[in-house]
T-cell receptor, first 109, second 113 residues
Framework: GQNIDQPTEMTATEGAIVQINCTYQTSGFNGLFWYQQHAGEAPTFLSYNVLDGLEEKGRFSSFLSRSKGYSYLLLKELQMKDSASYLCAVTGGYQKVTFGTGTKLQVIP | NAGVTQTPKFQVLKTGQSMTLQCAQD?????MSWYRQDPGMGLRLIHY???????DQGEVPNGYNVSRSTTEDFPLRLLSAAPSQTSVYFC????????????FGEGSWLTVV
């Protein structure tokens, strides 16, 4: 099976940097997704990590360590519009994609 | 650029009624799946398919049926609706094991009374 853990809620200040962690245990691992989801909307793609290391995409970066079963999403120069839930998802055997419960981020002025 | 299209967007059902949530994608993706999302529970996998004619159960399959007769379509059937199935449902597709993006439909808000 697959087990994914993320913090339930986080608060950060506009303009700051925030790191959202995700740990996982899975039988078979192919890759890890990060998605952003605003209230009442569908999730939207942020990143997909297959290999260890950091991938940077503008203000967003994602890190993966397969040996530690650990990933984080780094958001820089936080903006009010970044207030959303951030979902970690793991692709395992048989192409199953399992999502964590998500981290609700509140950005305050 | 339709992407993943799911209907209806909103539906109210009475307990015991049956209905089908439709999902179609026009990207020729092999992998399609259905999730439900409840407060505090995240996205939970109901059923998924890795290609036409192949389906399998996810975490919460009870009370739901699926079929995949074509690559494009992946309908989700509620056999006898129960209040516990009140939820938001998302259909998603991906280009098989090499696909580095999962595309979601806009969601279907279902209430069972």
């Amino acid at each position: 099976g697959q087990n994914i853990d993320q913090p339930t809620e986080m608060t950060a200040t506009e303009g700051a940097i925030v790191q959202i962690n995700c740990t996982y245990q899975t039988s078979g691992f192919n890759g890890l997704f990060w998605y952003q989801q605003h209230a009442g909307e569908a999730p939207t793609f942020l990143s997909y990590n297959v290999l260890d290391g950091l991938e940077e995409k503008g203000r967003f970066s994602s890190f993966l360590s397969r040996s530690k079963g650990y990933s984080y999403l780094l958001l820089k120069e936080l903006q009010m519009k970044d207030s959303a839930s951030y979902l970690c998802a793991v692709t395992g055997g048989y192409q199953k994609v399992t999502f964590g419960t998500g981290t609700k981020l509140q950005v305050i002025p | 650029n339709a992407g993943v299209t799911q209907t209806p967007k909103f539906q109210v059902l009475k307990t015991g009624q049956s209905m089908t949530l439709q999902c179609a994608q026009d990207m020729n993706h092999e992998y399609m799946s259905w999730y439900r999302q409840d407060p505090g529970m995240g996205l939970r996998l109901i059923h998924y398919s890795v290609g036409a004619g192949i389906t399998d159960q996810g975490e919460v399959p009870n009370g739901y049926n699926v079929s995949r007769s074509t690559t494009e379509d992946f309908p989700l059937r509620l056999l006898s609706a129960a209040p516990s199935q009140t939820s938001v449902y998302f259909c998603a597709s991906r280009r098989g094991s090499l696909g580095n993006t999962i595309y979601f439909g806009e969601g279907s808000w279902l209430t069972v009374v």
